[in-house]
């Protein structure tokens, strides 16, 4: 599942040792314009004993490729190897917006920065004369001093495993190819295969394969039960603010999806009504339809029909939101949903 970033270290870090009791395998710490996810995901490495831990992701603008890899070399370390490092371009929003760094080439600065970490992990001398990143900087650009140098300590692992967020079809490839998982995000099984099968396919075809078959981790609310139909409403908010809002009319990733799923016209109603300020209009604007395949909301019976449509689709790792009052309640949807699983 994938954790609130907007609450506090030590509750958060509580649950998450319920949720590991209760059956959860992965968490995913977001970074957006919040607390650092590497803080929260130290402080999880000492409160926790089997749960994987993944950033969800960093961004590949964020820091240089080197403090990445030294940065996910040190959070294996000290979870005794379950880190996995997510990655993404996120959008120009947050990246220009709040970090004051330029947005440009995100698939071309991704394959490098995914190279040097390895190269990194390995205890290579670096060594990368890219378009967008030269190690060690070349003389007529700095100094002249700079060494190719080798990471000091000895990693628990020389590949950490990779996980990229990516949801247009250049990128959805490059994860293909490169990563050991992808991440996309409002994942509507029936129809990913028409939206991602061909690119899927294109970055299969040339990936190597010692990283062996591609895990795609999924994110989904949750609810079970036989009075679960209101909660549906908690998902429409947050599609609205994507497709509606997350970027500029003309830019926007997640509107452009809902567009290839089939939704135009209802796209550009939204993204109209949220940018005018109209945001719960929006929300109400938002298909039943995709609201209903990207959750996993309904009866025991139902729930379990859509986790086996998910798997039919590829998913390997259902990344789930609870919807549930407390934390036990959180914690009793992740033993239902195991026992589904299971």
């Known amino acids: 599942m994938q954790l609130n970033y907007s609450g506090g270290f030590a509750e958060t870090a509580d649950e998450v040792g319920d949720l ?7 968490v995913f710490v977001p970074e957006a ?17 089997r749960v994987e831990l993944a950033s969800g992701i960093l961004q590949i603008y964020t820091r240089t490729p080197t403090l990445t890899a030294m940065t996910a070399a040190g959070l294996d370390y000290v979870s005794g190897g379950r880190f996995v490092l997510g990655i993404g371009a996120s959008g120009p929003q947050v990246i220009e917006g ?28 670096v060594r990368h004369q890219g378009r967008y990143y030269q190690i060690p900087l070349p003389a007529e650009q700095g100094t002249g001093l700079g060494k190719p140098l080798k990471l000091i300590n000895h990693p628990v692992r020389e590949r950490i495993p990779i996980v990229l967020a990516a949801i247009g079809p250049k990128n959805v490839a490059l994860a293909a190819e490169i990563a050991e998982g992808w991440q996309p995000i409002f994942f509507y099984p029936e129809k990913a295969a028409s939206v991602w099968g061909d690119a899927l396919a294109e970055g299969r075809a ?31 908010p947050m599609l609205a603010l994507y497709i509606g809002g997350m970027g500029a009319p003309s830019r926007n990733f997640y509107y452009n999806l809902a567009q290839r799923y089939g939704f135009a016209a209802e796209a550009k109603r939204i993204q109209d009504l949220y940018l005018a300020g109209k945001k719960d209009e929006a929300a109400a604007a938002v298909p039943d339809e995709l609201v209903r395949a990207v959750s996993l909301i309904g009866p025991a019976g139902y ?10 689709a590829g998913v390997t790792t259902l990344n789930v939101t609870p919807l549930a009052e407390d934390r036990a309640g959180r914690v009793r949807l992740v033993e239902q949903l195991r026992g589904l699983v299971d």
């Open 206 to 236: 040339r990936r190597d394969p010692s990283l062996g078959e591609l895990d795609v981790y999924v994110g989904a609310a949750l609810a079970i039960g036989d009075d679960v139909e209101p909660l549906l409403d908690f998902v429409r």
């Open 20 to 26: 590991e009791r209760a059956g959860l395998d992965i």
């Open 98 to 125: 709040f970090h004051g760094v330029r947005y440009d080439a995100p698939l071309g600065r991704t394959r490098e920065l995914v190279d040097i970490c390895r190269q990194v992990w390995r205890r290579e001398r």
């Open 33 to 49: 314009y919040s607390f650092d996810a590497v803080s929260q995901l130290g402080f999880l490495a000492a409160r926790t004993e």
């Open 303 to 312: 729930v379990k029909e859509r986790v086996a449509a998910f798997a039919e």
